[in-house]
């Protein structure tokens, strides 16, 4: 392969395509780097589930690949939350929708109510930028709140915590082993 900016975008959009996680990381990640905003969306959707970490799609399918524990998969979306920041930041639209789906899973901290906000937002930035795929996300409510309201019913109906909150409950009683 030649050293070529567009040669190197070329093999990784390649490696993306084929679902050759590492072998795109490598690829985009000088160029993400060297300030490249697309390869700085690429490589923040590669980290964001730590993709970044399994040779191809048929590894992490099979369940052959590395284990990883949770603290490298919140480094890893530590990081690609600063990608997609800056990838969103230079107008990349697919950066913007990765990023507000990062805030909703709980990535930023604060509140349920906060990160839904700053998730709208992103949700209409990555719109306004081109990324239309998902228009059904945009309702007469507001940018994305048809996703983040169709969440919040499931959650209030089911008694599940919000993505990145926990429940608090009381402990339930140990039993006394000597009765």
Known sequence: MSDTTEDRRAAASAANEAS????????????????????????????????????????????AGPVIDEATMRADAEQAGRYLTAASAAGI????????????GGYGGGSWEDRKARAAELYALAYAQGF???????????PGQPYLDILE????????????????????????PAT
């Open 93 to 104: 639209g697919p950066a913007s929708f990765n990023l507000a789906g990062m805030y909703v």
């Open 132 to 142: 239309t795929c998902f228009g059904r996300l945009m309702g007469d409510a507001g």
């Open 20 to 63: 050759r996680f590492a072998e795109a990381y490598q690829l985009w990640l000088p160029l993400a780097e060297a300030g490249d905003a697309e390869a700085q969306a690429q490589i923040g959707a590669l980290m964001q589930c730590s993709l970044h970490r399994f040779e191809n799609l048929e590894q992490l399918n099979a369940g």
């Open 153 to 176: 019913g499931y959650a209030t109906a089911s008694g599940v915590p919000l993505p990145g909150e926990q429940r608090h409950t009381e402990p339930e009683a140990t039993p006394d």
